[in-house]
């Protein structure tokens, strides 16, 4: 079970939405809601991830906010450093512009455009030598699901997280559990069958390190403010990737409040 000191993490993955007038919009609501009722980072670490081109006036628009809010970066080069490298942007240049965090090996990103292990492994590594903080994203299809595999598919993307990552390394890792089969279906996976997964992650994680008792994992796949107060309520999930419901400050305010703890 997790470390009830972990602090949960949610984060809204914009993907590739919205326009840069209703993505400013759109901060501008979450802002008023934080203003009102902050949520502190004790309680819960929230961030958004824009498209890489709004990173920075995102960035901006978050200044002086009493409750900061983490700008995310959706992916980054498999090649590090700078270089003749048309189109990509690599670690480097965003530690550089101030961009702290990264989600890496979205399904989005493995199964759509070409992110296979290797890659998947050389971002990681870049990341985490650039000091970035990386959101790991692991998940089976529904295919892998029916025929009994789940389990296996995520544990050997653990596995090969773990293979990148040095054992100084660890604390910089989140977890990101998305069930394919989940993400923009409505579909969630059932609390229990959620916590099912996010245990033997935890499982797995504690066998490689010891941080792996403090690393959170978070839940993604049709999270909603409906669903989230159960799922924030199992003792493995840490937080929320949040992809459809992120696009509207109201329900993405409402998920954060859900996982906050409300104690602190
Ligand atoms: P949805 O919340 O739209 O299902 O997306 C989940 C996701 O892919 C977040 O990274």
């Not at 079970?1 to 602090?7: F, P, Y």
């Not at 293979?163 to 998305?178: L, R, T």
Request: hydrophobic letters at 40%.
């Amino acid at each position: 079970m997790s470390d009830s000191t972990i602090t949960p993490w949610v984060v809204g993955n914009w993907k590739m939405n919205p326009m840069q007038a209703n993505s400013q919009q759109l901060i501008q609501d979450l802002k008023q809601f934080l203003e009102h009722a902050p949520i502190t980072e004790q309680q819960c670490h929230v961030g958004v991830a824009p498209i890489s081109i709004a990173l920075l006036s995102i960035q901006q628009s978050l200044q002086g906010l009493s409750t900061p809010i983490k700008v995310v970066a959706q992916d980054l080069s498999c090649m590090a450093g700078t270089g003749a490298y048309t189109g990509e942007v690599s670690a480097e240049l965003l530690k550089d512009s101030q961009i702290d965090y990264v989600l890496i090996g979205h399904s989005e990103r493995r199964e759509i455009f070409g992110d296979d292990v290797n890659k998947v492994k050389a971002k990681v590594s870049n990341a985490l030598n650039a000091g970035l903080q990386v959101i790991y994203c692991v998940g089976e299809s529904l295919e892998q699901r029916e025929s009994g595999q789940a389990e296996q598919v995520v544990l050997q993307q653990i596995c090969d997280l773990a293979a990148v990552v040095k054992a100084d390394q660890w604390h910089n890792i989140v977890i990101a559990y998305e069930p394919i089969w989940a993400i923009g279906t409505g579909k969630t996976a059932s609390p229990q069958d959620a916590q099912n997964m996010h245990a033997k992650i935890r499982e797995g994680l504690i066998q490689i390190t010891e941080e792996g008792q403090r690393t959170a994992i978070l839940y993604g796949g049709s999270v909603k403010p409906e669903n989230a107060v159960e799922l924030a309520a199992c003792p493995d999930i840490n937080g929320a990737l949040v992809g459809g419901a992120s696009l509207n400050a109201e329900s993405f305010y409402k998920i954060a409040l859900a996982f906050s703890k409300q104690n602190n």
